[in-house]
């Protein structure tokens, strides 16, 4: 069986793991969310250019 201190060294080690883990996905979550807002912003400015969308038959009942 290993000594305390051991096992707390372990946890020590295991914490700061899940730390660095969790702060890069941290960013990556920022980064897409980023992109998808850019991918937005850009596809907002095709639909406000494209207004003169001819209508449909059923567009007039």
Do not use: G
């Not at 992109?35 to 639909?47: N, R, S």
């Not at 969308?53 to 009942?61: A, S």
């Amino acid at each position: 069986m290993p000594s305390l201190a051991d096992m707390v060294k372990e946890h020590d080690a295991h914490k700061k793991e899940q730390e660095s883990l969790f702060n890069k996905r941290s960013q990556v979550q920022k980064d897409r969310s980023r992109i998808l807002e850019e991918k937005f912003k850009e596809a907002q400015k095709h639909v406000d250019k494209s207004k003169d969308i001819p209508l449909r038959d059923i567009d007039f009942d």
